[in-house]
């Protein structure tokens, strides 16, 4: 079956200036750093694609691009036939961005978020019911859907930023680390929902630095260096020889190793 690309990412540039205090912490003394530097993937319609690499490679610069979160020097992305330069606002419409540092307001009970963010992305209260309804369910907030976000568990918590992200059950789903900072069980259910998602036919965007995340997940994977993809490639096709560990220090070592 011909594979349908549902998200391109070319040619994306981003360059921060850095201020003083950043120069001092990142031990540099130029005024400029180039995070993301002409970096290309495409991503098929159904997939889960990993984009790996280490601290500081650029993964997260790269996804809050994807999500319009922040605007590429150069460069762009269009999902679903959508440019993220040109009309970000459709864009956001299409996606859903998640990551485990999303922090909810407190004073908040899940169910008024739920509805609040429905709201925003103009969800049919109907629709929303049965969505919230569902979801609720599928993470256990159904018991805490009037607690006050403070006073949640800290796992509760994560499923429930997860669950607002989602409102408007979009089809594309862009995660920057997933399961970063999250107990082994809440990580579980994350990772096994993000598999659900896929078979339901949503495509998934993740960033890692977790080897096995990607080896349980991800179809294929992108290996991100010093802001560059280096590799591209099926996690079949990249573990064919050796463990997805063992492949990547060996394109690290030819890659930053110079
Ligand atoms: N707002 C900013 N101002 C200055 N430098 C930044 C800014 N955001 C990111 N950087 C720098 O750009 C580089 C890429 O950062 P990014 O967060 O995209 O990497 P990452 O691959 O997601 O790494 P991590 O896993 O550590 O989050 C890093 O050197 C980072 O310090």
């Not at 997260?60 to 040109?86: A, E, F």
């Not at 995340?213 to 802001?227: A, P, S, T």
Request: net charge negative; hydrophobic share 40%; glycine share 6%.
């Amino acid at each position: 079956m011909e594979k349908e690309v549902i998200l391109k990412v070319s040619d994306l540039c981003k360059t921060f200036k850095l201020s003083k205090k950043q120069q001092k912490i990142q031990n540099t003394a130029s005024k400029v750093k180039v995070a993301v530097d002409h970096l290309s993937f495409e991503a098929y319609k159904g997939e889960i694609f990993g984009l790996l690499g280490p601290n500081g490679a650029g993964k997260t610069t790269t996804l809050r691009m994807l999500s319009t979160l922040i605007r590429p020097d150069s460069g762009d992305v269009i999902i679903d036939g959508v440019s993220v330069v040109k009309q970000p606002e459709l864009v956001r419409e299409k996606i859903g961005f998640l990551t485990s540092e999303l922090k909810l307001e407190e004073f908040f009970t899940p169910n008024y978020l739920f509805d609040f963010f429905s709201d925003l992305h103009g969800v049919e209260p109907q629709v929303r019911e049965e969505r919230k309804a569902r979801m609720f369910k599928r993470f256990g907030i159904d018991q805490f859907a009037e607690v006050k976000v403070a006073n949640l568990s800290t796992g509760m918590k994560q499923k429930t930023s997860l669950v607002v992200s989602l409102v408007h059950d979009p089809d594309i789903i862009i995660f920057d680390e997933p399961t970063n900072g999250l107990d082994v069980i809440t990580a579980r259910t994350v990772t096994d929902y993000l598999a659900e998602l896929k078979a339901e036919g949503k495509t998934i965007i993740v960033s890692t630095h977790i080897f096995s995340l990607v080896e349980r997940l991800c179809d294929r994977v992108g290996i991100v260096i010093n802001g560059q993809m280096t590799v591209c490639d099926t996690l079949k096709a990249l573990t064919a020889e050796k463990s997805l560990e063992d492949k990547f220090f060996e394109i690290y070592m030819e890659t930053a190793g110079d």
